[in-house]
Nanobody
Framework: QVQLVESGGGLVQAGGSLRLSCAAS????????MGWFRQAPGKEREFVSA????????DYADSVKGRFTISRDNAKNTVDLQMNSLRPEDTAVYYC???????????????????WGQGTQVTVSS
């Protein structure tokens, strides 16, 4: 297992930007595909983005495509989520998660991930 700690959340006006970061412990970070999920009040946790072990493959939910960018630095054990053109509907707690060593469409499901961070709150005001 790996321990994950998110940071970078906060309050921002619509149209603004935030950069979330997730720091992982241990030496096995580069062996995991990584993902970002979010959960708004009263709603289920939903997929936001995923990235392969090498960082060469990425996927995004349709709702964030073109606005969010996921990246990772295996030397620093971090995975980031750059969020631009934020909207009020992006308000949620954002979680990073460590998944399997392979990359597939299963990464859209939270059940594919074995380790989760505690989450960071993102609030977008209109």
């Amino acid at each position: 297992q790996v321990q994950l700690v998110e940071s970078g959340g906060g309050l921002v006006q619509a149209g603004g930007s935030l950069r979330l970061s997730c720091a992982a412990s241990g030496s096995t970070f580069s062996t995991y595909a990584m993902g970002w999920f979010r959960q708004a009040p009263g709603k289920e946790r939903e997929f936001v983005s995923a990235i392969s072990r090498s960082g060469l493959m990425t996927d995004y939910a349709d709702s964030v495509k073109g606005r969010f960018t996921i990246s990772r630095d295996n030397a620093k054990n971090t995975v980031d989520l750059q969020m631009n053109s934020l909207r009020p509907e992006d308000t949620a707690v954002y979680y990073c998660a460590a998944g399997p060593p392979y990359y597939s469409s299963s990464l859209y499901s939270s059940s594919a991930y074995h380790s989760w961070g505690q989450g960071t709150q993102v609030t977008v005001s209109s």
